[in-house]
DNA sequence: TCTGCTTCTGTGAACGTGCACAGTAGCGCA
DNA sequence: TGCGCTACTGTGCACGTTCACAGAAGCAGA
């Protein structure tokens, strides 16, 4: 690789002195029309690119974002709230220069390699991607002062670490009212793991619309995998088996809970309804197509990216932004 | 933010110099069993961690790699194929302490600014995914002589651009071969696109086992999307009414070709018997499930970042690596 | 003419490393 | 004693920027 011009090639080039070039790179005041243009052109002649090394060196700042996926689970990619969150982020930073680097941190050996990065300087902020309650790598991450948001809320740390996301209670709220105008009168629900945000707020918007009617036996915990789904349908089935409603917390395990319905000999809608929530994919290719809550994921993930770029540019704190949801009205309910 | 010690602090703290400090956490010999261990007892009393900018600037090395996602189809990362390339890249290299940035270069801009990135000397080294025949991007980072390999072949640079890969050509025999065996006598297929390796090796490993009864009113291409599967099956039932069988390059395809048959009211695989490729989640998902080719993508990734990091390390050429598929029988076929 | 202000430019120092080099101490051997 | 070798250590410089500062040039006003 032939060696690259700096800064000094391209003063030289154009008759200038380092300053005067670093002026322009940085467009500062004070740089007269004249210099100006022979510093560009001598850019362009030299094709030279500003070494973000030796500037973040003096600056402090390094021009990348860390997201930091807590999710273990094997599939991450492919679920489309990550998916449309990675893509946004990379757009919407790429726009501004800004670099993204994509770290796990599955498990203890992950986020400890996440403190020891971003406690290298080596991010100009994080964005939390599903980190769970009471992670010691967010208090850690909050003790360096380094500028964090969350897609979707950190449990406990509501307002500590702001964030953007779906109204999952108000969203629950809308699933739970069409089943019960639909005519149901036994329904239950299967929710997300009590330590994520959907977990608890679509259990609460769920109980917000029934109130008493929400008894313990009609609620069963699954961990957003389609086998959850599956066995927590079972187990609901064999508890109460004349329920005639099911509002699940995400579309997969509603595909789990369909299939358990089926080898029970349930029809769906006829004898059991099937809500779901996230409007994903799987949603409209499974039989029959789900009902479901369609969250704003790409906005979501706008504003996060949003929120993170203003408490870089040293905004004072912001504000948790919160988006509507939407029915989708399908066949299964 | 506190400030940061340095290698000044720690060597004043292990009352060494810092080239002692500098040994030591380059690991180098000619370094005194004393002196490593008051270097290590001053690294931790201090909390020091290198700084990499400074590090980089002197050693030209980054520590990063950038992956470059060429697919502008919005939803790349729900692909399997990416999905678990990325984690398997993130965790490998973590692995090394190589921290991975991901761009997008699904335009004309996104692809001028990967240049400038690479350009701009900020990775080590450039993982292709699904890089398009005769993109000017390769050819840029090609003159720049920086590491690079890809995920699956670019097409018209297998020689250049070493690769992992999944056995395309013979996974689709080994899906033609089975539709034979089947008694299946007029096999049609849909191709991916023919600038893609998937789209061309696919049809070449069908073409190997049909010979001259591969007719061209048997194929038909497609995009991978589900959408073109659709209206390439229904374009084939349109020509050829009475084929019983269909090779479909992509389970996504796949899953279109079979609402397709579904409204054409044709019964599969009685009528007809669909085969997909990818043994993607969608697969087991359909209606009925897919037969279908299983790629080793989790060995395809770790190949691929293995081929990656001996590229960096400065081993000289390193030679494609081609993994074998497997057939899944489920009821499609 | 002097002073003060604005606009513009160049220079030296600093950011935190790694590396080449010089140098020291100890030891064995002729 | 002198020489060469090994094991170890410290120092100066370079990497490519930005930033603070010092100054120059031009102009207006007293």
Known sequence: MAKRPTIHDVAAAAGVSRGTVSRVLNDDRYVSPAAHAA??????????????????LVTQRTGSVVMVL??????????PNYSTTIRTAIRRLGERDVSLVIMLAGDDGD???????????????VLLMSTHAGDPMVDELESMRIPAVACGAVVGKENVIPYAAADDREGARQMTR??????RRKIATITGPMDTPGGIQRLEGFADVLGRKASRKLIEHGDWTQLSGESAMARLLERTPDLDAVFVASDLMAAGALSTLRAAGRRVPDDVAVGGFD????????????TTIRQPLAEVAEETVRLLLALIDGGGPVDPVILPTRLIVRESA
Do not use: C, M
């Open 70 to 79: 807590s999710e273990p689970h094997e599939k991450v990619f492919e679920d």
């Open 178 to 183: 069409h089943l019960v105008e639909q005519g």
């Open 111 to 125: 986020r400890e390699r996440v403190v020891r990065y971003v406690r290298g300087g080596h991010a100009d902020g």
């Open 279 to 290: 409007d994903s994919s799987v949603a409209a290719t499974t039989h029959p197509p789900l």
């Open 39 to 56: 510093v560009r052109r001598a850019i362009a002649e030299t094709g030279y690119i500003v070494n973000r090394n030796a500037r973040s």
